[in-house]
């Protein structure tokens, strides 16, 4: 059974870091893409970052240039690194697995969600 479990939200003054982190089990998890997402209340799921078993990265328009994506298949832990935080990046984020070793910016791509962890921005 997968399960992915995020921590590291919380509240941050704009400008300022917050490191998420995802832990992953019940599946070979380096064989598969990994992904971000968020959502604000009233919204629709926006892809923020994804990165595939090779590594290869891509990022949402909004968040390019400051946010970045990693994964550590030796520990299941999968990590998002948020700089220069802006009000606007305040949303529930949610991990996702991908159904293959890629992924598209859309959530058909991904199979299994973490229960989220909320990021609020403000001063």
């Known amino acids: 059974q997968v399960q992915l479990v995020e921590s590291g939200g919380g509240l941050v003054q704009p400008g300022g870091s917050l490191r998420l982190s995802c832990a992953a089990s019940?599946?070979?998890?380096?064989?598969?893409?990994m992904g971000w997402f968020r959502q604000t209340p009233g919204k629709e799921r926006e892809f923020v970052a994804g990165?595939?078993?090779?590594?290869?990265?891509n990022y949402g328009d909004s968040v390019k240039g400051r946010f970045t994506i990693s994964r550590d298949d030796a520990k299941n832990i999968y990590y998002l690194q948020m700089n220069s935080l802006k009000t606007e990046d305040t949303a529930v984020y949610y991990c996702?697995?991908?159904?293959?070793?890629?992924?598209?910016?859309?959530?058909?791509?991904?199979?299994?969600w973490g229960q989220g962890t909320q990021v609020t921005v403000s001063s």
């Open positions: 019940g599946a070979t998890f380096s064989a598969f893409a």
């Open positions: 996702a697995k991908g159904r293959w070793s890629w992924f598209t910016n859309t959530a058909s791509t991904f199979d299994h």
């Open positions: 990165i595939s078993n090779s590594k290869n990265t």
